[in-house]
């Protein structure tokens, strides 16, 4: 999560969608003040800090009354805790991802210690769908204590509502990643614009002869990403083959 208070905008970090590549590219051109979470030791290496940016995960107080902290896939409403009432005045930034893809890249991610990616491709397939239906709905204790477990296909879409509706000025999309974020920059007016020239973020974890995202589905896994995914496909406009031009970057949500 970046919260911004030169440039006065929240980025809410979304899970597999370049997220960490993004913090990196936006550090930079930060001013003292601005909060930015830790990311993982060899992320962190390469990001540019400058004089007096935060980096951090501070505890406050929630709504409820309870400590909590601003980890670095924390929900807007979090943010909005933390800065208060002049928080309605701080512009939204958020990244998306094609759901079917971002599975995928959720399965590879969390097998990145069994090399899985070395097996044939059968054998990744078969352990993808049961990976995908243990992992990806979330289950009763999770909605009873409000927990949102990190493979959770519903996850990234909840992470930006605000009393129930989603609350979005500008998407990233993972699809036209460059480019939305040079739009970025000239929106927020950040002077330089920001690039991804020499970050290197969670890479190298899919298989090198990379395959198509859909054919590691069957019918029944494809139908429970739609279903449990169904916020962001229809926020975004996304479909199953990847043919459609997700919505964005500029969002006008009412």
């Not at 980096?55 to 800065?83: M, N, S």
């Not at 999770?142 to 296909?153: E, F, I, W």
């Not at 990643?177 to 920001?194: H, I, S, V």
């Amino acid at each position: 999560m970046i919260i911004s208070h030169h440039h006065r905008f929240i980025l809410v970090k979304t899970r597999k969608t370049a997220g960490s590549s993004v913090e990196l590219a936006l550090s930079p051109l930060l001013g003292a003040g601005d909060l930015v979470t830790p990311l993982r030791r060899e992320e962190e290496a390469q990001r540019v800090a400058p004089a007096g940016l935060r980096i951090a995960e501070p505890l406050l107080l929630t709504r409820y009354g309870y400590p909590w902290r601003i980890k670095t896939h924390a929900p807007l409403w979090l943010a909005h805790d933390f800065i208060g009432r002049d928080a309605g005045g701080y512009r939204v930034v958020s990244l998306c991802r094609n759901p079917w893809d971002k599975a995928v890249s959720h399965f590879f991610w969390s097998c990145r210690d069994r090399d899985v990616k070395a097996l044939d491709f059968d054998a990744q397939r078969r352990l993808f769908i049961d990976f995908t239906h243990r992992k990806g709905p979330r289950k009763w204790y999770d909605r009873l204590t409000g927990r949102m477990p990190p493979k959770a296909l519903d996850g990234n879409y909840r992470l930006y509502l605000l009393e129930g509706r989603p609350r979005l000025d500008f998407v990233i999309r993972y699809e036209h990643l460059a480019a939305d974020l040079e739009e970025l920059g000239q929106w927020l007016g950040t002077g330089a614009a920001p690039t991804l020239e020499g970050v290197s973020a969670k890479t190298g974890l899919r298989p090198k002869a990379k395959r198509h995202w859909s054919d590691y589905y069957d019918t029944a896994t494809r139908a429970l990403v739609a279903e449990h995914s169904r916020g962001e496909i229809e926020l975004f406009g996304y479909d199953f083959t990847g043919e459609a031009t997700p919505r964005g970057p500029h969002l006008d949500l009412g």
